[in-house]
């Protein structure tokens, strides 16, 4: 089984701070996909970012970026240059590949980020 | 704007009602999938469709009926709701289908449920 945790229940941040966000999880699979999604109050999970564990490269799309250290199993989200728009719950996932893993996303419980003026 | 469409935005209903919850994607995903979100909890999974078939079913009730009439479309059927299955239910599809995939799920605005 997997399991995926995220410490920080809330956090706050002010607008154009840089805030870090952190996962870890637990896994016995070598090969597996991560991902952090947002959902802001208007409530649509949107995705964030996702790593490929086979992947050394820590992956970034803009203000957000990764640091994936496997040896750890730690998946932290840093933003940078933080918007008020950034407001919203983030939720770091897993999913495993390989038939006996099922397919569903794993979800940690969540932090709650507010970027304030 | 969502590429996952779902109707309606919010239901109520009573405790003997019978209702329908519809999900919609025309981008051509092969999965899709139902989640019910409680307030400040993350998504749990209910049911995932592959190929129009469903291939995961996470224990839910019998008051809940998935039905995939096509690859588009993507319903769930209410029937003697109880209070506690007040939420958020999320429809998501995705392009991968194989197990463990490392595709996105693409998620809808969701309908807020209210039982009375």
């Known amino acids: 089984a997997q399991t995926v945790t995220q410490s920080q229940p809330e956090m706050s941040v002010q607008e154009a701070e840089t805030v870090t966000l952190s996962c870890t999880y637990d896994?016995?699979?070598?090969?597996?996909?991560l991902f952090w999604y947002k959902q802001p109050p208007s409530r649509q999970m949107i995705l964030v970012i996702r790593?490929?564990?086979?992947?050394?490269q820590n992956a970034t799309e803009n203000r957000f970026s990764v640091n994936f250290q496997k040896a750890a199993k730690s998946f932290s989200l840093k933003i940078s240059d933080s918007q008020l728009g950034d407001t919203a719950m983030y939720f770091c996932?897993?999913?495993?590949?390989?038939?006996?893993?099922?397919?569903?996303?794993?979800f940690g419980k969540g932090t709650s980020l507010l970027v304030t003026p | 704007d969502t590429e996952v469409t779902q109707t309606p935005k919010h239901l109520v209903m009573g405790m003997t009602n019978k209702k329908s919850l519809k999900c919609e994607q025309h981008?051509?995903?092969?999965?899709m999938y139902w989640y019910k979100q409680k307030a400040k909890k993350p998504p749990e999974l209910m049911f995932v469709?592959?190929?129009?078939?469903?291939?995961i079913n996470e224990s839910v009730p019998s008051r809940f009926s998935p039905e995939c009439p096509n690859s588009s479309l993507l319903n769930l059927h209410l029937h003697a709701l109880q209070p506690e299955d007040s939420a958020l239910y999320l429809c998501?599809?995705?392009?991968?289908?194989?197990?463990?995939?490392?595709?996105?799920?693409?998620f809808g605005d969701g309908t807020r449920l209210s039982i009375l």
């Open positions: 998501a599809s995705s392009p991968g289908t194989r197990v463990g995939s490392n595709q996105p799920q693409h």
């Open positions: 896994t016995s699979e070598s090969n597996y996909y």
């Open positions: 790593q490929e564990a086979y992947k050394q």
């Open positions: 996932a897993f999913v495993a590949a390989g038939s006996n893993s099922g397919y569903a996303l794993n």
């Open positions: 981008m051509g995903h092969r999965a």
């Open positions: 469709y592959s190929y129009e078939k469903l291939s």
